[in-house]
């Protein structure tokens, strides 16, 4: 039987933070919580998961540093605590006794380390700031009490540059490329009943020459005698499906599909940006009599990724990635996005502007951001967000969070590439310290051992290890220098004999990159203001008004374009974020030069103007 169109995770509203593993029922607790800082440390001696006589509220998922929180403090504060209560209407909401008779809470991403406790009865621990975790709350409910009390006490020492923080300041105030830190909950928070035996994880794996797709999941609990089902759908067609018994905690299903076989026309259900082709799937747990224990919705994509020949690959096919770099921080929300609607805009956006990728910088983006980029065709290079300093415990700590976002993102078409490591940032001295080399090899083989099915740069932008494309970031603002020096092959390999573009070696590993495609992955970052009062208003070089703005911009891209050997460009960067005014767009997401013009400069093709337009500039000259 086909899906309901409303049920079908490949159309959702992009409102559930949990794209690709979608039950119906939940409750969102987004909204005021209690709040309370705890500077001196007084909260867990004091007990206050008991009594949680916090002080002040703000509106969760923001961070206590963003506006739109209520709270709007940029200062050091290591421990913060949220509380809130939740009663009939919330579980009802969650579908208990429906969906399931346990009770789970889960969180998108709280930063740095947390402890959660319902009732005053300690439930769990979670360590890693950009990732996703849940606790069971069901034996740990008062059964004598209406409203249940749900708190929350937040740990992110703003001084620990062993932990990976990506762009948020170890300094008070934002300096350089570093922006205001993130504390706490940043990404929603929901509660879901499940049955005791549930689906906790799901991983596609297109298998396109085999014509099948491979599904990894995890269950909570064993089912003896039970059956995992998997059916799969392309929009009205039922493509296949699969009934296989359930012997472990992580079974495994290969999912025939006859339509991949016909090598005339199999690319019908493949995705790409052009045709960002989705697949529905329905996965159940069955018990040993046929009955449903638990059931969810989730999505797949179809496509291969790989890095040869000098080229990036999509489908067998070589493409010209025109990426734009992309922070992910808003003016009043920080890293948090400021709606779900803000998520499918901001993708939107991108592709507007002319590109067809993103490299997501520093951050773990929402995988509500992936779910948009999956349907709308943006093709995304995830990023791992940098710790600072080099020691066993940044090792630890770095690895065991990027498994967590492999394990998290590894089912999205739109992700095609991996990056564990940026500009040496927590590898300092990788040019003469056989460890900080060591790591960043073994942390792209590790990536490539979870994942052999996308390519890893190895440390974007310069001193590469292992890597399966080489990566330079060149601020150079001469359009006429940019083009000489990426001509063609050879003047490619003269960087690579010698200092590159920001004095760091090119490679570790070998003197030129051979056939290993090479990108541009940072350039550009022309700042253009109107407000002249922002004394701290940066960018790596300076347009005097819109037609100057336009034309180093144009300088630059048809320079690259020029190229010969480069496979791709990233241009620094999609919006002005906090001191940095090198935008194409304001902080704000108003494009400082139409849209089409944009479109035009990034594709070099001749763009008429068009409904996109209604983005149209508000920074004049």
């Known amino acids: 039987m086909h899906p309901r169109s409303e049920s079908r995770a490949s159309l959702a509203d992009g409102t559930y933070p949990r794209p690709q593993l979608v039950r119906d029922a939940w409750a969102d607790l987004c909204g005021p919580w209690g709040f309370r800082y705890d500077d001196d440390g007084r909260g867990l001696e004091e007990r206050w998961f008991v009594t949680a006589d916090f002080d002040r509220q703000i509106v969760v998922p923001f961070p206590p540093e963003a506006t739109a929180s209520g709270i709007h403090d940029t200062g050091y504060h290591p421990v913060v605590w949220y509380a809130r209560s939740f009663g009939a209407d919330e579980l009802a909401r969650a579908g208990i006794g429906v969906q399931g008779d346990r009770l789970v809470v889960r969180f998108g991403a709280v930063d740095y380390r947390c402890h959660v406790w319902v009732d005053g009865q300690f439930v769990g621990q979670h360590e890693g700031g950009h990732t996703p975790f849940g606790f069971d709350l069901t034996g740990a409910l008062d059964p004598d009490v209406e409203n249940h009390l749900l708190v929350v006490r937040a740990e992110d020492d703003p001084a620990d540059v062993e932990q990976p923080r990506g762009k948020q300041d170890w300094e008070l105030n934002p300096h350089s490329v570093w922006y205001h830190r993130t504390t706490g909950i940043w990404q929603p928070v929901w509660l879901e009943a499940v049955p005791s035996a549930s689906i906790t994880a799901l991983r596609w794996d297109a298998k396109i020459a085999d014509g099948a797709v491979e599904l990894s999941a995890e269950l909570s609990e064993r089912v003896e005698g039970g059956t995992l ?65 638990d059931g969810v919705g989730s999505y797949l994509g179809l496509r291969t990724a790989a890095a040869r020949h000098g080229r990036f ?58 779910y948009w980029a999956d349907r709308l065709g943006l093709m995304l290079w995830a990023e791992m967000p940098s710790a600072y300093e080099f020691s066993p415990t940044a090792v630890r700590r770095l690895s065991a969070e990027w498994a ?35 790591h960043a090899a073994a942390l792209r083989h590790f990536t490539r051992a979870i994942d052999p099915s996308r390519p890893v740069v190895s440390n974007d932008g310069w001193e590469h290890v292992d890597t399966d494309i080489f990566t330079i970031h060149d601020y150079e603002p001469d359009g006429e220098v940019v083009a000489a020096r990426y001509a063609d092959a050879d003047s490619v390999a003269a960087l690579f004999h010698g200092a590159g ?65 480069l496979a791709g460009y990233c241009y620094t960067q999609l919006s002005d974020t906090g001191q940095e005014t090198n935008g194409l767009v304001t902080a704000a997401r108003e494009p400082k030069l139409p ?6 400069i990034m594709t070099g093709l001749d763009v008429k103007p068009d409904a996109a337009e209604s983005k149209s500039p508000t920074v004049e000259a």
């Open 313 to 370: 690959w999509l489908n067998d096919r070589p493409v010209f990635l025109r990426s734009v770099l992309s922070q992910g921080y808003w003016p009043d929300t920080q890293l948090a996005a400021p709606s779900a609607d803000a998520l499918r805009e901001e993708v939107q956006l991108i592709l507007d502007l002319g590109f067809n990728a993103a490299r997501v910088h520093q951050k773990i983006e929402d995988p509500r951001f992936l």
């Open 404 to 438: 967590d976002v492999l394990a998290r993102d590894v089912s999205h078409p739109s992700i095609v590439t991996w990056v564990p490591l940026n500009e040496s940032w927590g590898v300092q001295h990788i040019a003469t310290d056989p460890r900080a080399r060591s």
């Open 501 to 565: 573009p920001a004095g760091r070696r090119l490679s570790l590993r070998r003197d030129d990159p051979g056939s290993t495609p090479v990108m541009l992955t940072e350039f550009g970052g022309i700042k253009f203001t109107t407000d002249r009062a922002a004394d701290d208003a940066w960018g790596y070089s300076t347009a005097s008004n819109a037609a100057d703005f336009a034309e180093r911009l144009s300088s630059l891209l048809a320079a690259v374009r020029a190229s010969s050997v």
């Open 595 to 600: 849209v089409s013009q944009f479109r035009a």
């Open 229 to 293: 089902a998997v059916d799969i759908w392309f929009r009205h067609e039922h493509l296949g499906s699969v009934t296989v018994a359930v012997n472990s905690l992580r079974p495994r299903v290969r999912v025939p599909l006859a339509r991949l076989t016909n090598g005339q026309d199999y690319e019908q259900l493949l995705w790409s940006p052009e045709h960002p082709r989705l697949l529905d799937a329905r996965v159940e747990v069955l018990d040993s009599r046929g009955g449903i224990i």
